[in-house]
């Protein structure tokens, strides 16, 4: 009994000082959103109609579409600060993301795929200043960046060789970046 008490003990300990271990003070206040001092985009509307419709910038049978699969093999993965989808093609599953971040910056995109020793093409999108990123991965993954309102991106990452993920990412920032609404 004296050595069970020992144990549970002991994994009590362990347990808290896990806990306190992965907690922190943060200073400052807290605000909701929007109320810090950092300008908004407001003018991204205006500029650019599409960029506002979030996940549904493009339909899921255009997305299905542009990459090779039946509307009927495409699927929401994820709604949230990105949004996901994947589809089945002739050739395989492939994974779509798209990213718009507001206060995000062209420049810090390219950064960042430097860090990662991607292969980077600057274009022009759609007229948009942009950049298109390949990771150098067998699958051929691809990437689209564009200076748009903050800055708004596609990814296609296959999860089989054969597709020609650059042209399908590219496709869909000329959608999104489209001005007709």
Same mark, same amino acid.
């Given at each position: 009994?004296? =050595?069970?008490?020992?144990?549970?003990?002991?994994?009590?300990?362990?347990?808290?000082?896990?806990?306190?271990? *992965?907690?922190?003070?943060?200073?400052?206040?807290?605000?909701?959103?929007?109320?810090?001092?950092?300008? !908004?985009? %407001?003018?991204?509307?205006? =500029?650019?109609? %599409?960029?506002? =419709?979030? *996940?549904?910038?493009?339909? &899921?049978?255009?997305? &299905?579409?542009?990459?090779?699969? /039946? #509307?009927? /093999?495409?699927?929401?993965?994820?709604?949230?600060?990105? *949004?996901?989808?994947?589809?089945? %093609?002739?050739?395989?599953?492939?994974?779509?993301?798209?990213?718009?971040?507001?206060?995000?910056?062209?420049? %810090?995109?390219?950064?960042?795929?430097?860090?990662?020793?991607?292969?980077?093409? /600057? !274009?022009?999108?759609?007229?948009?200043?942009?950049?298109?990123? !390949?990771?150098? /991965? &067998?699958?051929?993954? *691809?990437?689209?960046?564009?200076?748009?309102?903050?800055?708004?991106?596609?990814?296609?990452?296959?999860?089989? #060789?054969?597709?020609?993920?650059?042209?399908?990412?590219? =496709?869909?920032?000329?959608?999104?970046?489209?001005?007709?609404?």
């Amino acid at each position: 009994m004296r =050595k069970q008490l020992a144990v549970a003990a002991a994994v009590v300990a362990a347990v808290a000082s896990l806990i306190t271990g *992965c907690s922190r003070s943060v200073d400052g206040t807290a605000m909701r959103a929007g109320a810090g001092s950092s300008p !908004r985009n %407001n003018e991204s509307q205006e =500029k650019y109609p %599409n960029l506002l =419709k979030e *996940c549904d910038v493009l339909t &899921a049978d255009l997305l &299905a579409e542009t990459v090779g699969a /039946d #509307p009927r /093999d495409i699927q929401s993965t994820f709604v949230g600060a990105v *949004c996901r989808w994947q589809a089945a %093609n002739p050739a395989g599953l492939v994974d779509i993301t798209r990213f718009w971040y507001e206060q995000g910056s062209l420049d %810090n995109e390219r950064q960042v795929a430097q860090a990662l020793n991607y292969q980077i093409e /600057d !274009r022009r999108i759609a007229g948009i200043q942009s950049i298109v990123m !390949r990771t150098g /991965d &067998a699958n051929g993954s *691809c990437g689209v960046a564009s200076d748009a309102a903050g800055v708004v991106g596609w990814w296609i990452n296959p999860q089989a #060789p054969g597709i020609d993920a650059c042209a399908q990412a590219i =496709k869909l920032a000329e959608l999104t970046l489209a001005t007709n609404s």
